[in-house]
């Protein structure tokens, strides 16, 4: 017994001709989860005296996109159908299933369940067709009555604190696998399975799960108004926090679109005055804050009421007393820029040289004093220039007179390259029988 498509077996219309009824399902609003089979009758295929829970061997069935189909045979699912076309019910077949794009895990739990039948197709079953809105059901609000925890994390500064976060937006989901959903959750519904039947449980759930989804996410050292453009790792978090309730139902995809989060004031305040301190760890920075500062206190001063002189005596106590000006603040940044590791002079490049000024040229001639690249090689007595210890066109040996050195780490190159120092100045590393070039 199982499906067989209608395509691949109507020759001559002979399956057209065992059609008895035919069931369907109009389109399936996004409200709607889950809605039993209509069956559909015609003068030339009416089964006049079927029932409404007996499928006739022959029937035909339709899958639209967007939904899944299964056969409920004595309250246990015997077949499953995920991809559109149109199906004959023909009960001396092998059971079948056509996941489509349910993937394995559809196909699994077909498995599990087993397919078990007791009669052969004849009256005194129970048969049903449900079919299954399988699209993105989207547009389910949600909203943290209390805030949620996020822990504001910055290693640069030190700075580790915890904030209170409300948090609104909506959530989408899917039915990934149906026979679970049937199982676990719908049943046998009279007519249809709605959204609002499990909508509100649902929204305490993700709910639930959006705290430790945020603690997840806050070790990524996110700002709280930087949490929408995460939604990637957002939705991975959700997904694992629910996948073991909401699995159990067939129920996962879970995707979110949130609002910018809002924090209380006292906590907004903290963290700006977090990223203020944060700022006045640099000298440089701190001493052009003074600085713009001390001009906006010398305008004051100029414009007080009792006297210039009087305001800027007062200006002058309040920098005697604070024991900091912005020249030493300045200087303290400059010495800790001078103090900082510079960065290792880049090595001489595959078509470059290196002057015995030390410059790395990369033409015949060096840019920085004139001098001439070394001719690299020897010229044999044929008259051929040659790199190897043998002239390429006579085969003569290369005279021993002839080494040329060039160091083997650096690349210097000493002014005589056949008398080169015992060690190379650059890199101190000792000219052996190695650095012939």
């Known amino acids: 017994m199982g499906l067989i498509k209608a395509g691949i077996g109507a020759l001559g219309g002979v399956l057209a001709d065992q059609w008895k009824e035919f069931f369907y399902c109009e389109a399936i609003d996004n409200d709607t989860l889950m809605v039993k089979g209509q069956k559909r009758t015609s003068d030339r295929s009416s089964n006049t005296k079927g029932e409404d829970n007996i499928i006739s061997n022959g029937s035909g069935i339709a899958v639209a996109d967007g939904q899944c189909m299964i056969i409920v045979e004595q309250g246990k699912v015997v077949e499953l159908c995920a991809e559109p076309g149109e199906f004959t019910w023909n009960a001396s077949t092998e059971p079948s299933i056509f996941a489509g794009s349910l993937g394995e895990s559809i196909i ?121 453009a995460h939604n990637t790792e957002l939705e991975k978090f959700l997904n694992e926090e629910l996948s073991a309730e909401w699995g159990e139902r067939g129920i996962g995809d879970v995707k979110v679109a949130m609002n910018p989060p809002t924090l209380t004031e006292e906590d907004q305040e903290m963290l700006k005055t977090a990223q203020k301190t944060a700022m006045y760890r640099d000298p440089t920075m701190a001493a052009a804050t003074l600085v713009g500062a001390q001009a906006d206190a010398m305008k004051a001063a100029a414009s007080n009421s009792a006297g210039a002189m009087t305001g800027f005596m007062g200006m002058g106590m309040a920098q005697n007393a604070g024991g900091v000006n912005a020249q030493n603040l300045f200087a303290m940044g400059q010495q800790q820029q001078a103090a900082a590791p510079k960065a290792a002079p880049a090595a001489p490049s595959a078509d470059g040289w290196k002057c015995a000024c030390g410059n790395t040229a990369t033409g015949k001639f060096c840019t920085e004093c004139g001098a001439k690249k070394p001719e690299d090689g020897w010229v044999c007595t044929c008259g051929n220039k040659n790199k190897g210890k043998f002239c390429s066109e006579c085969g003569a040996k290369k005279p021993a007179g002839a080494l040329l050195y060039k160091c083997d780490k650096c690349g210097w190159e000493p002014e005589d390259p056949k008398n080169p120092p015992k060690f190379c100045p650059e890199c101190g590393d000792k000219f052996d029988e190695g650095d012939a070039k």
Do not use: H, W
């Open 108 to 228: 699994n739990s077909f498995k599990a369940i087993g397919k078990r039948f007791t009669y052969g197709g004849d009256t005194g079953k129970d048969q049903r067709i449900y079919y299954f809105n399988t699209k993105e059901i989207v547009d389910n609000k949600f909203g943290t009555a209390t805030p949620i925890s996020f822990r504001v994390v910055d290693s640069r500064i030190n700075f580790d604190v915890d904030v209170s976060l409300r948090c609104n937006g909506v959530y989408s989901f899917r039915i990934t696998d149906p026979i679970k959903f049937y199982t676990n959750l719908a049943g046998n519904v009279t007519t249809s399975y709605e959204k609002e039947a499990i909508a509100p449980t649902m929204k305490v759930e993700f709910v639930s799960a959006l705290g430790p989804a945020l603690a997840k996410l806050s070790t990524l050292e996110l700002r709280p108004n930087q949490i929408p």
